[in-house]
């Protein structure tokens, strides 16, 4: 079947302007997964988003980062105001329930001008 | 809060020995223990995972792994490295609970060659 899939794969923006990334989960899969991976290091985890629960929002780094997931489909990424150092490959994985292996998509990889 | 070291930045291996990448962990309670692969400009890819039983887990492509509690430790290993096993290695945990973020703390990554 289909695994995850984001768009778009790269993304190259100027310093301030604001970007989405867009995830598309295994269809079925409650739980949903952002994390980011700079260039040379591990992952770093964003976000968590579970069913209908409150997300999980404690690894985003600043108030310019958000994100919202449509009960247990799509999810968007959003970077407001777009620094250097936000350059990165933003990962999303999905798995079925918290309890379970995660299936990573292929990343979008941003670069910040 | 869990944490995983993988101490080697580089693995160079000659085609037809053995792989091992090595991996020693942190977590409060029993782990749950996962390892992933990355090509080249693509996701990262399921491999195996300890959940619980028996400590040799065995998972895709010929890898396998032991887990040692004792040691913290969750090294992978292949007995017979290919040169497509060239790639980034992750290992990741998590502490066992029925609840909450399943949130999976990576390690830096191993990369691995492997050397026709």
């Known amino acids: 079947g289909a695994g995850v899939s984001q768009s778009p794969s790269n993304k190259v923006t100027e310093k301030g302007k604001d970007v989405e990334l867009r995830c598309d989960p295994i269809s079925g899969h409650t739980a949903l997964y952002w994390y980011r991976q700079r260039l040379g290091q591990g992952l770093e985890f964003l976000i968590y988003f579970q069913g209908n629960s409150a997300p999980d929002k404690s690894g985003l780094p600043s108030d310019r980062f958000s994100a919202e997931r449509t009960g247990e489909s799509v999810s968007t990424l959003t970077i407001q105001r777009t620094q250097q150092e936000d350059s990165a490959v933003y990962l999303c994985?999905?798995?079925?329930?918290?309890?379970?292996?995660?299936?990573f998509g292929p990343g979008t990889r941003l670069t910040v001008l | 809060a869990q944490s995983v070291a993988q101490p080697e930045d580089q693995v160079n291996v000659a085609e037809g020995n053995p792989l091992t990448v090595k991996c020693t962990y942190s977590?409060?309670?029993?782990?749950?223990l996962f390892w992933y692969v990355q090509y080249p400009n693509r996701g990262l890819q399921f491999l195996l995972k300890y959940i619980t039983g028996d400590n040799l887990v065995k998972g895709s492509y010929g890898f396998e792994a032991e887990f040692n509690k004792s040691q913290t430790s969750f090294h992978l290993k292949k007995p017979s490295a290919l040169v497509s096993d060239s790639a980034l290695y992750f290992c990741a945990v998590r502490a066992y609970r029925d609840y909450g973020n399943n949130r999976l703390a990576f390690g830096k990554g191993n990369q691995v060659v492997v050397i026709p």
């Open positions: 994985a999905s798995s079925l329930g918290n309890r379970n292996e995660q299936f």
């Open positions: 977590v409060s309670g029993n782990p749950y």
